[in-house]
């Protein structure tokens, strides 16, 4: 089985400059689950309203680490069992065994299953919200035999918790889902500082003003405005956000 | 085998992961519980519940002959079920299939003496498929495992039938048995013949240890009679092909060499769906018969015992025994009988993983005394070459076995004055005319259509015509 090292690039949505990473309450949360659920190799769920960080969360705690080994999967639009095992297999075998979807699930398990002695398998599952009932239970038979040593990770933004608790058997084994919620306007005025040097010495009020009309406390819809303003700012060399800047931004269609 | 085989159901909320983790932790397939985690099907669909069974048995698609229709999963999964001894079969996740394909592996599992578990999570389900199958509602799922074993006869030792002589012995149970219990000796006395001639014409020497061995691994049979019967044909082989040959069977009963797989052994064993490649790689992987001995033992020669089966001088155990069980039991469900080989198919791959074969000979169970004629009955046998360890049998053997090869040489009509014989040939002619082998006839001796018949040259419903009274005959062996 190949093992290469989970590394992609951290990227904020529409990737603005400057950027660092905010230790929101949703990220802390979700390391502490994680950690939970890799050590036992259980099945862990991160959800919550689109842009909030889930799927980046995710991407800075599992990236670079040497320690597991990282399958990502995003799931696609209207999935089957056969797609969901033929990725899976590309992504964990190098190869789609031929055969049938059966053949192919054995093969799966087998190759799941025998996971001791290796540094721990963390398979993800992103937009797990496009999960239906046949791809929900055939997850789960993928992950319950009892020999079973890999995590499984199911990621989703509107609708996920849904699906999950739509599947009783799915439902029931989550281990302590992580609920990514929009930023309050406290945990908004303490992080954004640290998110830009533009709001490090920009008017609490001007912040407040942004998110009730933009941003409603999303990260992604503040890193798009983020990577707007900071395009105005650098031919001025501005370096805090103003209440011009801001209000030319806003006028932007989204 | 189980005493009450009807179908029982059970709910258990198996949507709790401790309660699947319990089910799924009953699975002991050394102690004949399995249990099978299907591959979900699709919404109210039948899936492939046969080949899920195999799954659970051990059986993967990369070893090789996994089945490619369901009608040849349901026969493995049947055949397996049986050949592993598997008493409690739970199918957890049952509510999943439809009624009629949870019939189906109930029936299935039915043939093969093993009792089914369904374990179910949604009552209404369970309610439907409980009355389409007469399944017993019970609170819990209680394997019971295994199930008995055959008790079969030990090492038989053989048992001559009445005959003037060991060369007219085939002739003499013509008269001896009725039509069945001669072509049921007969076949095994061919089988025998016909093993042995290929053995030896495989070999470019034959030494102590093959002659010790190959004609113990054909000898073998529970039933003395025909034990003999595999002898008989053993020494017609060796003396077509140009050997005088004596055979005894030793005083001392012969323990046979247990083999029990290991755990990764019997994993890899377990791989194989097909019963024939299972079979095949547990006999040349554990065992130290070779690609043509294996070839040459008979579906009865595969002895059940309480404690494994017993082949070749070997007591194998464990996924090795159900192996051979299952090639076995699937050779009789090709229509095969008893007295035909093991394995037919010549595409069985010899290159398997071999684990410490040659490091335990089976016991010699015959002592076999060789020496080389002045030739072969058709010159075209190829002749070994015959290693100095050999003791050789009585000079009359040998000149009785001379003078028979020369007669049986001559076509029928044809003979030899004695007046040509050297004196010890006359003292073996003597011999063979008492005993009604050869005729003598105006100083001319000839071979007897009893030799003849004797020596697989003579067709047994002519010689039956001419020399019995008129009784119903089959030649065609009889399970």
Request: charged share 20%.
């Amino acid at each position: 089985m190949a093992t290469i090292t989970f590394n992609p690039p951290i990227r904020h949505h529409a990737d603005p400059p400057g950027v660092g990473i905010i230790e929101t309450e949703g990220l802390l949360i979700a390391e502490h689950s994680l950690r939970y659920v890799i050590a036992h190799r259980q099945l862990g769920a991160l959800t919550g309203v689109a842009g909030t960080g889930k799927t980046f969360a995710l991407q800075v705690l599992l990236r670079a680490r040497r320690d597991i080994r990282v399958v990502w999967i995003e799931v696609q639009v209207k999935p089957t069992m056969l797609s969901i095992a033929r990725v899976l297999a590309l992504a964990l075998l190098g190869e789609v065994p031929r055969g049938s979807r059966h053949e192919l699930s054995y093969h799966l398990q087998d190759a799941l299953v025998d996971q001791s002695g290796e540094v721990p398998l963390v398979v993800v599952f992103d937009e797990a919200q496009r999960l239906n009932n046949e791809c929900a239970e055939y997850l789960r038979y993928l992950h319950d035999p009892h020999e079973t040593s890999f995590a499984m990770l199911l990621a989703g933004g509107n609708g996920c918790w849904e699906t999950i608790r739509r599947e009783p058997m799915l439902h029931s084994r989550v281990h302590e889902p992580v609920f990514f919620k929009p930023l309050g306007e406290k945990a908004l005025l303490q992080m954004l500082p640290n998110y830009h040097a533009m709001y490090e010495h920009a008017d609490p009020e001007l912040l407040l003003e942004v998110d009730q009309q933009r941003c409603h406390g999303i990260l992604r819809h503040w890193s798009a405005f983020t990577a707007s303003a900071a395009q105005l700012h650098a031919p001025r060399g501005e370096q805090t956000l103003t209440g011009a800047i801001a209000e030319v931004v806003l006028r932007q269609p989204k | 085998m189980s005493t009450d085989l009807a179908p029982r159901t059970v709910l258990r909320a198996e949507r709790e992961p401790q309660t699947l983790a319990g089910l799924l932790g009953l699975h002991d397939l050394e102690s004949g519980v399995v249990v099978c985690h299907p591959v979900p099907p699709r919404a109210g669909g039948a899936g492939q519940l046969a080949l899920d069974v195999l799954h659970a048995l051990g059986k993967r698609p990369s070893a090789g002959g996994w089945p490619r229709t369901s009608g040849v999963a349901a026969h493995y999964a049947k055949v397996w079920l049986e050949a592993e001894r598997v008493g409690d079969l739970v199918l957890v996740r049952a509510g999943l299939f439809a009624p009629a394909a949870l019939a189906e592996l109930a029936s299935l599992a039915r043939e093969a003496g093993t009792r089914t578990w369904l374990a179910f999570d949604d009552p209404k389900r369970r309610r439907a498929a409980g009355e389409l199958l007469s399944a017993q509602a019970v609170d819990a799922v209680q394997p019971s495992g295994g199930r008995c074993g055959e008790p079969t006869p030990g090492g038989a030792r053989a048992r001559a039938w009445p005959t003037p002589s060991p060369w007219l012995a085939r002739a003499a149970g013509a008269r001896t048995f009725t039509a069945q219990e001669f072509n049921d000796i007969d076949a095994r006395m061919y089988n025998a013949f016909k093993a042995t001639s290929t053995y030896i014409r495989s070999q470019r020497e034959l030494g102590y240890r093959s002659l010790q061995h190959f004609p113990g691994v054909m000898a073998v049979d529970p039933v003395p009679l025909r034990r003999h019967a595999r002898l008989i044909g053993v020494g017609c082989a060796l003396l077509q092909h140009g050997f005088a040959v004596e055979i005894r069977e030793r005083r001392i009963a012969a323990e046979p060499v247990v083999l029990t797989p290991t755990r990764a052994q019997a994993a890899q064993l377990r791989r194989h769906a097909s019963p024939a490649s299972a079979a095949f790689h547990a006999l040349t992987s554990l065992t130290d018969l070779d690609g043509i001995t294996i070839r040459s033992i008979t579906l009865d020669q595969v002895i059940e015992t309480a404690s494994g089966v017993w082949i070749g001088g070997y007591l194998l155990q464990g996924a090795a025994a159900a192996a051979l069980r299952a090639q076995r039991t699937a050779q009789y469900f090709r229509g095969l009988v008893s007295s035909q080989t093991l394995f037919m198919d010549a595409r069985i791959r010899d290159d398997v993983t071999v684990w410490g074969r040659g490091d335990i000979a089976p016991p010699i169970t015959l002592e076999v005394k060789l020496a080389r004629l002045s030739a072969p009955l058709d010159i075209s046998f190829h002749q070994p070459h015959l290693e100095a360890d050999l003791q050789t049998p009585a000079q009359e053997t040998q000149d009785e076995a001379e003078l028979i090869l020369r007669l049986l040489r001559l076509t029928p009509s044809r003979a030899i004055p004695l007046a040509r014989l050297s004196r010890p040939y006359r003292a073996a002619a003597a011999r063979l005319t008492a005993t009604s082998a050869t005729s003598v006839h105006e100083g001319l001796i000839a071979a007897s259509d009893h030799l003849r018949f004797s020596q697989f040259l003579f067709d047994p419903t002519r010689f039956m015509a001419k020399h019995i009274e008129p009784r119903p005959w089959h030649l065609q062996p009889q399970a």
